[in-house]
């Protein structure tokens, strides 16, 4: 079993009357993925707040590399990196200078310092922008320069507080990339997230977050396992053949109203052509028809009886 | 990689980063270095002639006008220091075992580099608009003296002030009043003329002395008195700036 790079035990942290985190606990293993998955509110920043430093616990432990945040905190600073929610670059500065100031800022030799900014820039794809100031960037490419400068000093464990909230679909695909590059290279990764997609594509371990309290943890498989399936939902044109499909689909549910019918499903292209054929055989004609996998929405729904936009409306 | 921290280096690093950012603004560069240029030449042209002030215009004008110099920089650092705590920087920064005075050093020094500048092309000016005096080097060097003594005092209030803000919106509006002061003085007209109220007002608030050793040391007539109430102005100032800006400091970072 390999070592814990973060430790959390019975942390808690109120603003005033407020109670953010009640009593939370987490382990990382070193060298892993681990995500905490949660709504807007939830406390995941307060989370990474505290365990990067950034704001003091009110109560429990919390050791990260093995050092106490509370008392080694330079210790502790000296080994992590902190990718934030909004990207923490220099916008009058260019993509090279806020590489540099970073270099410079951690002491780093004047030779080693430029090596690093070089191939940084060169890893992060974006030495054609290198000399244009921050401010001209795209969100995509701030926070490619926010994560090169995180890792600058090539630290052990990052932080990356929803590293790609409100970024477009093809720039996550590209920062995913980069993560798990990381990854493979050894690092641990602390990453925040409301998207169950993400955490499910980078994590070894999901902890899920809701109001202050920790309602699940585990590998992404065991969490969704927790989750009522997939569902393909049929539509028809009367009721006469939706009561002769629901009849030759047994274990569905039937809504009468708007004509539909649910029909468990793991999505997959098997059972998709399975239960196509099926109602072929019975000459059974669908007027629509979607494939719905679960998401966010269903975890919370599952583990916490009500839904995640709740937690936003507190 | 170290962990520890060298606040000498980390300062300067701060400063080249302040100083990129006023070089790169140039709404920072006209409010800092042409607006009171163009401020004294609407005094000098424009309106000094209406003012009898009981010598050459220019004269009377200069040692306001190198105040106004100091001051009109100053919404710039205010929008800058707030623009830091509020932009999320700070947080890079805090988790980097940054030393902490770096940051607030670095905007210090670098508006008291700009403020040198924009002081240089007003007293140019000066000379060029017929600016005479007959002070000793010894004079100048103590106007110089006084003159960097309030820009300090007037940059640590800023920090104090850009720091105390909301949002870099609201922490430009915090320096309105520094900009005001100096025309509720004896920078522009003679505080004896102005209305009830607002002549004791110019008289007992800190740009009048400043203003009135500055005017003695350059005219060649120094007063001792003048230059004690400026100096103690300026350090109060600065005291109170600094505690204030490191108490918001050590607070919201």
Known sequence: MRSSAIAVSGLRKAYGDKIVLDGIDLDARAGTVFSLLGPNGAGKTTTVNVLTTLVKADGGTVRVAGHDVATEARAVRAVIGVTGQFAAVDDLLTGQENLQMMADLHHLRAGEGKRAVTSLLERFDLVESAQKMAAAYSGGMRRKLDLAMTLVTRPQIIFLDEPTAGLDPRSRRTMWILFRALVAAGVTVFVTTQYLEEADQLADRIAVLDRGHLVAEGTPGELKRQVPGGDVRLRFSDVVVLDAAARVLNGSAVDDAALTLRVPSDGGVKSLRALLDRLDEHSIDVAEFSVHTPDLDDVFLALTGHASTEAIAQ | ?253
């Open chain 2, 1 to 253: 990689m170290s962990t520890t921290s060298a606040p000498l280096t980390d300062s300067r690093i701060m400063v080249r980063r302040n100083l990129k950012h006023i070089l790169r603004n140039p709404v920072t560069i006209f409010n800092g270095a042409l607006m009171p240029v163009v401020v004294m030449l609407l005094f000098v042209y424009v309106l000094g002639g209406a003012f009898n002030v009981g010598e050459h215009y220019i004269e009377y004008a200069t040692p306001g006008l190198i105040l106004l110099a100091i001051t009109y920089g100053l919404a710039a650092t205010a929008v800058s220091v707030n623009s830091d705590m509020t932009k999320g920087i700070i947080n890079r920064f805090k988790v980097m075992n940054v030393s902490r005075g770096a940051v607030l050093t670095g905007h210090v020094v670098a508006t008291m580099l700009s403020s040198s500048v924009a002081i240089a092309a007003i007293i140019g000016m000066a000379f060029a608009l017929g600016f005479r005096s007959p002070a000793t080097p010894l004079d100048w060097l103590a106007a110089i003296g006084i003159i960097a003594a309030a820009a300090f005092a007037a940059t640590w209030l800023t920090v104090a002030l850009g720091m105390a803000a909301k949002t870099p919106e609201s922490a430009s509006l915090t320096v309105v009043p520094l900009l005001l002061l100096p025309f509720v003085s004896s920078a522009i007209v003679p505080a004896a003329k102005m209305g009830q109220g607002f002549r004791q007002f110019a008289e007992y608030q800190p740009f009048t002395p400043i203003i009135e050793s500055l005017r003695g040391l350059l005219a060649g007539t120094p007063s001792g008195g003048y230059a004690a109430a400026a100096l103690a102005w300026c350090a109060g100032i600065t005291l109170a700036g600094y505690l204030w800006s490191r108490a918001t400091f050590s607070k919201r970072a």
